[in-house]
Structures are given as C-alpha cells and as structure tokens.
C-alpha cells in the first residue's frame, strides 16, 4: 500500500522550469544559444514548457492552458502535438527545410520524457552536476552523504570504515584517501556533519 | 465561444451503465429496469453506478467508514486499483483497518495492498486545508497509479470549520472526479441534531445536491417500552439502518433496510426495516 504524505504534482511552475532547462540541454546548452544566435528561442521554449506540464501533469484541456497562459487553443495545440522525433532531425541539422511542427514544442516534449524517464522531474531537491560539485571540491563529501544514509549514529571506526572505503578525499588541491582520514579523526562521531567536518579538519592538518 | 451538443453526438461520451461492487447487499439495491419481449424486468446493478460520485452519510458512529474500507477491499481484492484519501484517520491506523477487514472477508491482503494507493492527509495541514493542493496530488496518484475509484473519508473534514465553503469544496471535488472518470464514494459525516429523514440528512448544506446520489447510515437507541414491542430488541440496544436517499444515475430500492456491523467488522445487510418489524412482531 503506497502512501502519500505531502502534496504531489502540484509545482507547475518547478516542473516547468526544469523541463525549460531540460531542453536548453538538448539544444546543446546555453552558450550554443548565444553563439547561434538563437536566444529569440528562448520565449518559445518557456512557454512550450508550460504547455507540455500543465497538459501532462495538471491535466489541463487545451482551452484551459490558453486561458491560463494568454495563448490560442491551436498554439497550445500545436506544441503538445508536435513530433518531437521530426524537430530532433530538424534541430540537429538532418532535415534542409524547417518542418511543420512546432520546433520549441517538440523539444519540450523530449525534454519531459527524459525528465519523466529519469524521475527527475518529481524531485524537489536541488542537485548540482558534476562539474559544479568537481569545482566546488564537494564530490567527496556527496559520496560520504550518500553512503552513509541509513547508517545509525554515533558510528565507529569500523563502520564508517566499511561503508566509506574508497572514496577520494579533495581539499584545498589536496588529494586523500578517505582511509587514512578515518585513522586520524576521533570517535564516536555524532552525526552526518560531524563527520565531514572532522575529515575536512583532518585534511587540513 | 458557445458549446452545444446535438444529442446524438453524445452517444460515444456516454459512459456504461454497470454496477461497481461494495461487497454488501447494497449492491442488488440498485438496478436498472431492461425489457424483454413484452414485458419490462428490474436487473439489478451489482453495485454502485461506474463512475457515479456517492455520498455515504450518518451521525458518528454509523458505519460509513466501515463501509467505505469495505468497498476499498472489495474492489481492490478484484484487481482495481482504489485511492482512499484519508482525513480523520491517520494512514497507518487505516493499514490496520484494512487489513482485519480483507481477513474477515477472506480477501487476498497482498492483492488489496498492492491496489490501494493512499493520501493521508490527517497528517498533512497542507492537504486538508488547502484543497487545490490536495486535488493536485489526487491527480497525481490517478494518473501515475491508474486508480479507478477514489474513495474520501472525510469530505467533511475538508470544511470541517469553514462550512460556508462546503458546495464549493464538494463542487470542485465532485467535477474533478468526473473529469477523471473515477467512481467516488466521499463519506460525509451529519450532526445529531439533523433528523434522519430530513434534507440534512443526506449530508446538509445542500451537498447532496451536488452528487450523484446519497447513502444515509442512522441508528436508533432502543429505549422506551414501545422501541422494545416494535423491533423486538432488549433495551438499549442499537438498531442500524441503510437507505439510498436518491440517485440521478439509476433506479434504486427506496425502503428502509436493516443492517448490522458483524463481530468482525463488516456491514451486513438483513433485511427492509418493514419486514424486520413484521417478523418481530409474529
């Protein structure tokens, strides 16, 4: 028996952000956009985006997105009926002349099913790409976070030993193995912070 | 722009009309009347309407909730998938509940579990307060779960202190489970001070208005001499009863009908208060 707890499926406007960026990405990212010239895309897309998750997540009829969005119903139409696979060809160079679809549309829609295909598209938190984390030093301490989860604090030695082995600690340009941390740092470590300070501080030394 | 139908346009729309089981006798109590050769004969349902929006009403301590788990099981046991959104009683007590009923009707439980999807919002202010949030995630468990009835108990929770929103909050409901073609079954709970065969019987504040059809639970406390010569009960006592209020979508039996809540937790129908009373007298 599966139970909700919190409201779901309600944040139109985060969905529509995420599919927004989603589709950025497939096009190549931003700074594609800027050297095209295509930045006039962008307006399509956000409303494409809306169109795609209040049609597919709020279950919106076409009138009710035009309304909602100060467009015609035949727009709303076009961009949720759009063949994304014909825009793809389009966008990626395969096709000479531009389709019939409505080009923002269908690289919304590729953008929600790959959002919906991964489950990213329901999560709430803000996550960081890999360069982002890699730049900002913090892909040690995500590893830690994500393999401790469920462990029981206060840990020991012999725990955090077995769930964390492996793991590259990087601080200040400086590389460690998180091995050699454990043997440096005091126990009983209290909880999930406690711990990547006390490496951070081992590190450090 | 204006929007018409010709009549016969709507022929495809029209939903089919069959009976959604309860697992209690309520279930030959609608029916619909089919003529064969000359003559017109009464079939009963097997249910509740498909995709009729019903209203289970009565004081406390009647039966609804009962009788709404028990629909739940029935259905769910039958390989349909059930959203039960649960505003009075927190989602795990509700696990508990469902579980002794599945095992007093003989139910498959890891059949019933795995179809029934829950929202639990007696734990959640957000969704019992705020009902755009809570009809945003019954949308959400319809589409990604695929249910096919949504069962709520309460309704009344929903506007429990602001009942001048209470058409509203019904109105929003009852056009949202339309939409989503779900049968609904919103449990409404009645003051004691609303008379049983009164217009706020069917769940007050002109709701019954709204859906498309009222279930009235009521009991009686035998307690004078006469209450004990008429239902042939020692004082004391509780006498339960059933009757279908209305329903625009079908025809339905119209009598009084006694029922009891069995040892094990379970609505069972006897008989029509009428003949109860007969045979008591003989």
Redesign the interface.
């Given at each position: 028996?599966?139970?909700?707890?919190?409201?779901?499926?309600?944040n139109v406007d985060r969905m529509a952000e995420k599919v927004f960026m989603k589709s950025i990405e497939i096009l190549g990212g931003l700074k594609k956009l800027v050297e095209y010239r295509n930045l006039t895309w962008l307006p399509s897309l956000a409303e494409a985006a809306y169109v795609i998750v209040l049609r597919n997540?709020?279950?919106k009829t076409y009138s009710e997105i035009a309304r909602e969005l100060g467009i015609t119903e035949a727009t709303a139409k076009n961009i949720a009926t759009a063949d994304e696979m014909k825009v793809l060809e389009y966008v990626r160079g395969g096709l000479e002349e531009r389709p019939k679809e409505h080009v923002a549309g269908g690289i919304a829609k590729l953008a929600y099913k790959a959002l919906k295909e991964s489950g990213e598209l329901?999560v709430d938190e803000v996550s960081l790409n890999d360069e982002m984390t890699e730049i900002l030093e913090i892909a040690w301490a995500v590893q830690v976070l994500s393999k401790i989860k469920g462990l029981d604090f206060p840990a020991g030695k012999e725990q955090l030993g077995e769930r964390l082995a492996g793991i590259l600690v990087k601080v200040r340009g400086g590389e460690y193995r998180i091995e050699e941390l454990l043997e440096r740092i005091d126990y009983p470590v209290n909880g999930p912070s406690e711990l990547l300070h006390k490496l951070k501080m081992a590190a450090s030394s | 722009m204006a929007r018409y139908y010709e009549l016969k346009e709507l022929e495809t729309k029209a939903p089919k009309l069959f009976g959604i089981p309860t697992g209690t006798k309520l279930d030959d109590m609608f029916y619909r009347i089919e003529r064969e050769g000359d003559r017109y004969v009464r079939k009963p349902l097997g249910g509740i309407p498909h995709l009729a929006v019903m209203n289970i009403t009565g004081v406390p301590d009647t039966g609804k909730s009962v009788f709404a788990e028990q629909f739940a099981v029935t259905q769910a046991n039958n390989g349909y998938r059930v959203l039960f959104v649960t505003v009075e009683s927190p989602a795990n007590f509700l696990y508990t509940a469902l579980k002794q009923k599945a095992e007093a009707m003989g139910a498959d439980f890891s059949r019933v579990e795995e179809n029934i999807v829950v929202i639990d919002a007696a734990e959640s202010d957000e969704l019992r307060e705020n009902v755009r949030a809570l009809i945003d995630t019954m949308a959400y468990a319809i589409r990604e779960k695929k249910t096919s009835n949504v069962i709520i108990d309460s309704i009344t929770g929903l506007y429990e202190h602001k009942e001048v929103m209470a058409r509203q909050i019904v109105r929003q409901v009852f056009n949202f489970l339309k939409k989503f073609r779900q049968t609904g079954i919103l449990v409404s709970q009645k003051r004691s001070a609303q008379a049983s065969e009164s217009a706020e019987a069917a769940g007050g504040l002109a709701v019954a208005h709204i859906v498309d059809g009222t279930i009235v639970l009521d009991k009686k406390l035998i307690e004078t001499r006469w209450d004990v010569n008429l239902y042939g009960l020692p004082l004391g006592e509780v006498l339960r009863t059933v009757r279908i209020d209305g329903c625009r979508l079908t025809a339905h039996d119209s009598k009084t009908w006694v029922f009891e809540i069995t040892e094990t937790g379970l609505v069972n129908i006897i008989s029509p208060l009428s003949d109860y009373v007969e045979s008591k007298i003989r």
């Open positions: 028996m599966e139970i909700i707890a919190r409201p779901k499926g309600g997540e709020a279950l329901d | -």
